[in-house]
């Protein structure tokens, strides 16, 4: 199993340009999550799909959109980028829901480290 | 809302004992988790607890004090792998999605 695969590892944009990052998990997991890590910033939610065909913002979800394609798929769009989205964006994935209130431990990609100029 | 308080940095000798506290102010408190973070690399899972007391897994403990809001990562015989950020994260009662503190750099010396 691979886990949680994301793409690319690295990208530079220049201001007002778009891209999608890409993330998959092959856990058969419900919900997945995308956050954003700056330096002394800790982990910041910015949308998270608790299941298949439902997403919802977090703590930071301005400036960016969010698409679950299906159970393994969840993609996060900058459709106009600017140099405050310059940061490292991991995607996780968890049980979820169905998984009851046990600990919904998160499994981590590797993360995408985002430049924007 | 949630926070979470935690040092920026710990510093700590090979083979010695370090204590990592996190203090959380979060409505409808339903449990804490810590999750280890490499410089460089994902952060993975530690433990959790929902429930007061030490949770011991290998070298690494983790301690929860509901009425004083406060939790603590243990790590016994340092090694210098042990180097890397140590974030707690609380979750609330109802949610499943946890609010991550700002994490805590670990350098261990020889």
């Known amino acids: 199993n691979a886990g949680v695969t994301q793409t690319p590892k690295f990208q530079v944009l220049k201001t007002g340009q778009s891209m999608t990052l890409q993330c998959a998990q092959d856990?058969?997991?419900?919900?997945m999550y995308w956050y954003r890590q700056d330096p002394g910033m800790g982990l910041r939610l910015i949308y998270y799909?608790?299941?298949?065909?439902?997403?919802d913002k977090g703590e930071v979800p301005n400036g960016y959109n969010v698409s679950r394609l299906n159970k393994r798929e969840f993609s996060l769009r900058l459709e106009s980028a600017a140099p405050s989205q310059t940061s490292v964006y991991f995607c996780?994935?968890?049980?979820?829901?169905?998984?009851?209130?046990?600990?919904?431990?998160?499994?981590f990609g590797p993360g995408t480290r985002l430049t924007v100029l | 809302g949630q926070s979470l308080e935690q040092p920026s940095e710990v510093t700590a000798v090979e083979g010695a004992i370090v204590q990592i506290n996190c203090t959380y102010q979060?409505?409808?408190?339903?449990?804490l988790s810590w999750y280890q973070q490499h410089d460089g690399g994902a952060p993975t899972f530690l433990s959790y607890?929902?429930?007061?007391g030490l949770e011991e897994t290998g070298r690494f403990s983790s301690f929860l004090s509901r009425s004083d809001s406060y939790g603590y990562l243990l790590l016994q015989e340092l090694q210098m792998k042990d180097s890397a950020s140590y974030f707690c994260?609380?979750?609330?009662?109802?949610?499943?999605?946890?609010?991550f503190g700002r994490g805590t750099s670990l350098i261990v010396h020889p």
């Open positions: 607890n929902a429930l007061d």
């Open positions: 979060t409505s409808g408190f339903y449990g």
């Open positions: 856990m058969n997991h419900n919900s």
């Open positions: 799909s608790a299941s298949e065909g439902t997403t």
């Open positions: 994260a609380s979750r609330r009662r109802g949610s499943y999605i946890p609010t």
């Open positions: 996780a994935s968890s049980e979820g829901l169905a998984g009851g209130f046990s600990y919904n431990e998160q499994f």
